[in-house]
Structures are given as C-alpha cells and as structure tokens.
C-alpha cells in the first residue's frame, strides 16, 4: 500500500511511518519544516527511515495547492493520513488567523486532492481538545462539541465538519482520530511532559499553570500508533474515534511520576491559569475498543519510566 503521510516528520507522525515501513507500506512523507519548534528535532526524527527505500520526503506545505497536484499526478496514493497541523492549545489563542489558515485550509486542499483523484481512505487528526469544558465525563463520540475553547480546539472541530461533508458528497471513507495528550519519546519539547523532565533534569523551575489540580489522559505514543493503523486498515464510511487510555492523571501527579524517574525534586514556578485550557480531558474508548479492536497497553507509569530513559539516552 502507498500512503501519503502530511506531518510524517513531526513527533506522531515519525513513529507512524517507521511501523507503516516495518509492515512493508510505501511511504510518501509531506512535512514542511516550519519554525514551532527547532526543525532539528524533526530531521532527527527520521534519521532512521530516511534511506529506506519505500520511503520519499518531500519537504513542502499543504497550503501549497500546486505541489499537492504535481504529488497527486504523479502518484497513486491508497490513503491519505492527515497529521500535518499548526500545532499547540495555548499559542493558538494568540495566533487564531494562522491557525484557522493553516488547519482548515489546509484540510481542504487535502480533501479536494483525495476527491478529484478518488483517493478512498483519509484519515485525520482531530484533538480531545474539540470537547472544551465537558461536563460529562469520560468523554464520547456522541457528546456535544460546540463549544472549544481555543482557536485550535475550533478549527479540528471544523476539520472534522469538512470530512463529514466530503464523505457524504463523495463518497470518500473519513475517520477523524482524537488524540488525548500523546507522549512518549520524540514529543515535541513544548509539551508537559518533555518540558518538565528537561527542566527538572537541569535543576530549573517548572511552570505549573493554576493549582496543579488540571486531569489528562495520557497516551503513550505505541498505543496512539497502534489505534492509527487499526483506523487505516478499517477505514469505512464517516467515523469519530477517540484515542486515549481512558485513565485519568492529575497534574501533580504526573510531576510526582517525573520525579521518581528523574531522581529530582520539582521546584514549582506557579503561574496564573492559561486561556485555552480545559481542566480535564478523559477519553470513553468504547468505541475505537469495539470497532478497531484498540487496546491501549502502556500505562503512565511505565510510560514516563520510557520516556525518561529515552530522554537520558537522547541528551547525553
């Protein structure tokens, strides 16, 4: 199978591509690079694949329409996995043009490629962000998103609405995947938990916004992977699954974690709350469990243990 894979450099996207290689997949990797954070990081993160010989880079931006064209004419694609995104709840609430640009337009080009060369399958990243402030919890499928709470959590609800569009005016087969708080080695250094084991490790202060009391659902990077492929292979129709552990960690409990596995004492620079942020995420995987057979295995305690060793052997 050939797959283009948008975003196939950054954190997720990486470790997709390396099981899709491992499994005998073709890969055609779009990812542009851009300045978030250090592209370094990125170009680290496909050391591994890139001599591989089903693999193509193509370093380019999905906003770019003619590029989409020139890959699409030359090249028969089975799926489109769609990872590329501006990234990050916070620095969307001070940049929501750029990321309503790059978000949804850039979906739409992708939708608009998979339409006019009948590319079948599109799968896409969506966020545990797109629920807001719910008040029910676990969090389902079903439940009401009308109301995120960050330009972010805005525009991967808006993806989700496009895909349901084209799959029921085209006929394509779209499943939008709700990543809940993924980590693990190769997390971009802007998240928690690789923010925090850097600092700690170096003896700084952490930034902890509000009282600490804020709950995710951790999600180790092999079971996120684990779910993409499953929705890949079993890619029908128009469906929403969330990709979680469905197991909730309080903020100073995961910080307690980091601590036993860094051998540091946190020291805790407390900070007013951040606009965008929802005070938990909690993700119902009845769904994903029942019809992609999803079954996390990684618990945040054999997690952060990786993840540490992963970041001792990476930084030394």
């Excluded at 330009?151 to 499943?175: D, N, Q, W």
């Amino acid at each position: 199978m050939h797959f283009l894979v948008t975003g196939g450099a950054g954190f997720i996207g990486s470790h997709l591509v390396e099981r899709l290689l491992e499994r005998g997949d073709e890969i055609t990797c779009v990812d542009n690079f851009n300045d978030y954070y250090d592209p370094k990081v990125k170009y680290k993160n496909i050391e591994t694949v890139r001599n591989h010989p089903g693999y193509c880079l193509v370093t380019g931006d999905i906003l770019n329409e003619q590029l989409l064209k020139q890959l699409f004419s030359q090249n028969k694609f089975d799926a489109i996995i769609h990872l590329a995104a501006r990234a990050g709840v916070r620095p969307s609430v001070l940049q929501p043009k750029l990321y309503q640009e790059v978000n949804i337009r850039g979906t739409l080009n992708l939708l608009e490629m998979a339409k006019e060369h009948q590319t079948e399958k599109f799968v896409m990243a969506s966020s545990s962000s797109v629920y807001g402030n719910n008040h029910k919890v676990p969090f389902s499928e079903t439940d009401s998103v009308d109301n995120p709470i960050s330009p972010y959590a805005a525009t991967k609800k808006a993806c989700e609405l496009i895909g349901f569009t084209y799959a029921s005016l085209y006929g394509l087969a779209v499943s939008c995947l709700r990543f809940f708080t993924v980590y693990g080695p190769r997390q971009r250094p802007d998240m928690a938990i690789h923010k925090f084991t850097r600092l700690m490790i170096s003896d700084q202060e952490i930034p902890v916004f509000g009282d600490g009391s804020v709950k995710r659902d951790f999600t180790y990077i092999s079971d996120i992977i684990d779910g993409v492929i499953r929705s890949i292979d079993r890619c029908s129709g128009y469906n929403i699954y969330n990709l979680g552990e469905s197991r909730v960690v309080e903020l100073m409990e995961l910080i307690q974690l980091i601590e036993k596995n860094t051998n540091k004492k946190a020291k805790i620079k407390w900070l007013p709350p951040q606009s965008g942020d929802v005070k938990i995420t909690f993700a119902d995987i009845s769904k994903a469990k029942e019809e992609l057979d999803y079954h996390p295995q990684v618990s945040i305690e054999e997690g952060i243990e990786k993840f540490v060793e992963w970041f001792r052997r990476s930084n030394c």
